[in-house]
């Protein structure tokens, strides 16, 4: 049985897509505990453009509130200190030879607060996103069943359906805004 004007797993797949999203502007979210993601956004100016840090050096959390950068080449490692130094973040590197210790500075309370509403600002975004893609897909299953393309009973159950996705994925928007909640409230 074809899933008549509309694919639900392509819906899905863009809900989901979403969910990423989200997932991906969270984890850059720092919160007081060292993550190598933390430094995935800084880009380096290296060899005249600019490139992701992870091009440049390896990242590693040796403990849980200090990151370690092993810079491949010597000639990068100022480049690669002025990066993570300009980054807002407010890190502040140490220059070991090749390798650049950066310790994660405790997070005040006003400031976890800050981060909390920035994540639910995402998770907003996120579930926004998702209910657009409902409406395209609802808005898709009331034309066609205008131009007769099908019954109402097939209308009702594919927007169930549709229905069914969107609180199974908002449902996992919360699901991934609590735990970064957490993470973020946790001294």
Do not use: F
């Amino acid at each position: 049985m074809s899933s008549g004007p509309i694919d639900i797993s392509d819906l899905k797949r863009r809900m989901q897509g979403a969910i990423a999203v989200l997932k991906q502007e969270l984890s850059g979210l720092r919160t007081g505990r060292a993550s190598a993601s933390l430094l995935e956004p800084i880009q380096v100016d290296a060899y005249g453009s600019h490139m992701p840090l992870n091009q440049v050096a390896s990242v590693n959390v040796p403990e849980p509130r200090l990151l370690s950068v092993q810079v491949w080449d010597r000639g990068m490692v100022s480049a690669v200190e002025k990066a993570i130094r300009d980054s807002n973040l407010g890190l502040n590197p140490q220059t070991e030879g090749q390798v650049l210790r950066v310790r994660i500075p405790e997070l005040t309370q006003d400031r976890r607060q800050e981060l909390v509403k920035v994540a639910h600002k995402y998770a907003e975004a996120a579930r926004v996103s998702v209910r657009h893609v409902r409406r395209d897909g609802l808005d898709s299953l009331k034309k066609a069943e205008k131009d007769g393309e099908m019954s109402s009973d097939d209308l009702d159950r594919l927007a169930d359906q549709v229905q069914k996705a969107t609180d199974q994925s908002i449902s996992e928007i919360d699901q991934v805004l609590s735990s970064k909640e957490k993470e973020i409230l946790a001294v």
